[in-house]
């Protein structure tokens, strides 16, 4: 084996420790970890101070989260056992966001469980405050890269979000979805 190359994943090894170390050291206020969690590098914890101020993040054992991944908000983030989280994903959270067992969610994906407040027209759209409703994703579910989940959406077991697709609605269990908004293309069982 050529040194340079063995030298070079010797370095990335060690990045990668480091990264999972300092994540979860740092962190200890905002994040708690099971066994064998795997945190890339460059994952970011944005969290919202407020006066009720508690830990945000559950990450379960055996779950992974690539480069890159930011979690922001006040709210609690789950993370269930063996779940993965693909590079440069958004995880919004003011209320609550809980991802199940076994559940794989490709690159640019955002999950957010908040939207601005728009109606007042002499107000402007910033000043207008949020409103939030919980996200749930439940167990063994495949969302495919740059999909968006929105406010309030729970996407039922053993389901697949496509590609980019748009979930503004909740959808039972084993369903494919995809599109802008979301469309049930069929059920898994058809």
């Known amino acids: 084996m050529n040194v340079f190359l063995l030298l070079f994943r010797i370095r990335k090894r060690l990045r990668r420790l ?4 300092w994540f979860k050291t740092i962190n200890k206020y905002f994040v708690k970890t099971g066994r064998s969690v795997n945190i890339g590098n460059r994952v970011s ?3 919202i101070l407020s006066d009720n101020f508690s830990l945000n993040i559950f990450l379960d054992d055996n779950s992974y989260v690539r480069d890159d991944v930011v979690f922001q908000g006040a709210g609690k983030v789950y ?4 779940s993965y989280i693909g590079s440069f994903s958004v995880i919004g959270a003011n209320e609550s966001v809980h991802i199940g067992c076994d559940v794989m ?4 994906v955002s999950i957010r469980d908040t939207d601005h407040e728009f109606a007042n027209l002499e ?3 910033i000043t207008q405050g ?3 409703a919980p996200v749930r994703i439940e167990d063994n579910v495949w969302i495919g890269y740059g999909a968006v989940i929105t406010k309030g959406v729970t996407i039922g077991s053993g389901s ?3 590609a980019n697709a748009v979930v503004t609605k909740s959808f039972g269990p084993n369903s494919i979805v995809g599109g802008v908004p979301a469309k049930l293309i069929r059920n898994r069982h058809d």
Request: avoid cysteine; proline fraction near 8%.
């Open 18 to 21: 480091w990264a999972s170390w």
């Open 45 to 47: 914890v944005v969290p």
């Open 79 to 82: 993370l269930g056992k063996r």
């Open 105 to 108: 969610i490709a690159d640019g």
């Open 123 to 125: 107000e402007p759209m």
């Open 130 to 132: 949020i409103t939030t």
């Open 160 to 162: 697949i979000i496509a």
